[in-house]
């Protein structure tokens, strides 16, 4: 992988990755892919990180979607089986076990809408649009487009994916798709605030949170069997404990994860 394509900075508890392709409107390639898919193994495996937030370079675009002149030269765009593609592909469905906040700068159209539906909380900048335009190209948002209704209501989810139309970034925070719209100059600030506020709380029900919440919208039988099991580990764990003590000893809380 070469990572002229990507950049990943640490801030503290936050890891933050940049797609760096502007010139190609930060359009998906293979390189790129596999560099976000490395970052979110990353993420994953060292607990000293909390929460990714995932913004990209340049003013007109956030991501405008797989990258049609690599996959027409036969470049592999995140379809072989490789660790990198695959931590891809569990981003794109909200799978990825740290928490991450989308901050869209600019328009994300296709499989750049795609990635950030992936993501926990979502900024977006007030001058861009967003859309699932593949039917209009004979296709369909095979990517994770059309799980959007896990989001937003089923008759406009059907609305944007049968018909291909474009939405604004207050048209997109009025269905609740976007947790807040700001100028393109605030939205990594607003997006870093987010991550900054749940990168505070407890690891364990951060966690804990993330896969319940999003289970009771997709598969409440396996909500229900998870809930038991996060009960028990966050509970019981020294981290409750922890943030209890520090609440009457009008602390801040040291957090070990367990």
Known sequence: M???????????AVTVLTLNRPQARNALNGNLIAGIGAT?????QNPEIRALVLTAAGEKAFCSGMDLRAFSGGEDVGFSDTPENRAFQRLTRGKVEVPVIGAANGTAVG???ELLLGCDLIVAAETAKFGLPETQRGLFPG????????????????????????????RGY????????????????????FAGRIAAN???GVAACKELVRLSVTDQSRADERLRHWQSVVFGSADAKEGALA??????????GK
């Not at 070469?2 to 503290?12: A, I, K």
């Not at 009025?174 to 605030?193: C, K, M, Q, S, Y």
Request: charged residues 20%; glycine residues 14%; proline residues 6%.
């Open 143 to 170: 990517g994770g487009g059309t799980y959007i209704a896990e989001r937003i209501p089923l008759g406009i989810a059907l609305q944007l994916t049968l018909t291909g139309e474009y939405i604004t970034a207050a």
């Open 111 to 113: 499989g750049g809408l």
């Open 202 to 204: 407890g690891p364990l």
């Open 40 to 44: 979110v193994l990353e993420a994953e």
């Open 247 to 256: 609440f009457m000893e009008k602390r801040e809380p040291v957090w070990q």
């Open 2 to 12: 070469s990572d002229d394509e990507f950049l990943v900075e640490s801030r503290g």
């Open 174 to 193: 009025e269905i609740g798709l976007f947790n807040a719209v700001t100028p393109p100059d605030r939205v990594l600030e607003t997006a870093l605030g």
